[in-house]
């Protein structure tokens, strides 16, 4: 029985590995942002009724959630890690929001983001390096990008909160200038 159960446990640890270095390795490890910071990022953009906000790498729905249930949003939530789409899903189903908010099973970097008005993000500087592009290709411009912690290279911040390290990013319309480093007139989406 003692086998069984040890053999069981370290089956456990394996999955549970997996699943943890699986949503790491693209971009969204699960580190979860206080409900402070949540507040901050949603405040810092402006989110409203109007507004459709997308969380990349959404983990346990606390974005989604509060976007929806204090600021009136509709949110999706896009999560790789099941486990964590699961409990994103409890979450939105206790706080009877089931109408306004979605989580998407999936990786980010395959989802269609051009319905997001809103983009909150809290990945590591390689996945925002990759993002960028799907970003300023997909979503219209006037669509704002909130990212806590990591920056966008050669994208200057609309406005950051240095002492939080929120960073509100505005996607440039086509006669708008480039969000790039200063001098450089190229359009910023993909031919």
């Excluded at 971009?27 to 906000?53: H, I, N, Y």
Aim: proline share 5%.
């Amino acid at each position: 029985m003692a086998a069984v159960l040890g053999w069981a446990l370290i089956a456990l640890a394996l999955v549970s590995g997996v699943f943890l270095l699986w949503s790491a390795s693209i971009g969204a490890g699960w580190q979860p942002t206080s409900r402070r910071k949540v507040r901050k990022m949603l405040e810092m953009c402006d989110a409203g009724p109007s507004d459709v906000v997308y969380d990349l790498g959404s983990g346990d729905g606390r974005i989604i959630v509060e976007a929806a249930k204090t600021y009136h949003a509709r949110a999706v939530g896009v999560e790789a890690d099941p486990i964590r789409v699961l409990l994103s899903r409890f979450a939105v189903g206790v706080h009877r929001l089931k109408g306004q908010v979605r989580v998407v099973w999936g990786n980010f970097f395959h989802v269609d983001l051009s319905e997001a008005t809103v983009v909150t993000l809290f990945l590591s500087k390689g996945a925002n390096r990759r993002l960028k592009a799907k970003l300023l290709s997909e979503l219209k411009p006037g669509a704002r990008v909130v990212s806590y912690v990591w920056t966008f290279d050669d994208w200057s911040p609309t406005s950051r909160d240095s002492k939080d390290e929120i960073s509100l990013y505005v996607v440039p319309g086509r006669d708008l200038p480039s969000p790039h480093a200063a001098g450089e007139t190229a359009d910023p989406r993909p031919a």
